[in-house]
């Protein structure tokens, strides 16, 4: 199994939302998400917990792929989204998540998430424990 099918299977919430790593590592994490009708609002429209868990799973990838040796794992402790604008369903939607510190004990991480037009749709700031 490739590394990032191997990243995403160990990640149960993940699958169960779809979201398809295209790009793994400690440097910058990228994923696509296809947004389907029940991860929108009644409104038709992606729902503001599907883009806050995208960009958690996208810098928590990045975090656990870059703890320090000996270290158990990573937890977010605080998570901020600016909501740009709301994808229809049907859209794909990509995410880049890369790190704005890397520390010993904490990380923090940003994710831009756009359409494929290039549209912004969402950008979380989120910082990562390390366990």
Sequence with gaps: MDPLAQIAEAQPYSRLLGVKLLEASKE??????????????SGG???GGCMMSFCDILGATGAWLAIPEGANGTTTIDSNTAFLSGPPA??????ISTPVRIGR?????QTEVTD???K??????QTQLVL
């Design 28 to 41: 910058r994490v990228v994923g696509e998400l296809l947004i389907r009708e029940e991860l929108c609002t």
């Design 45 to 47: 429209t992606m729902h």
């Design 90 to 95: 049907g859209t794909l939607v990509t995410g």
């Design 105 to 109: 004990r904490l990380s923090v991480w």
């Design 116 to 118: 494929p037009n290039g």
């Design 120 to 125: 912004k749709v969402c950008l979380v700031t």
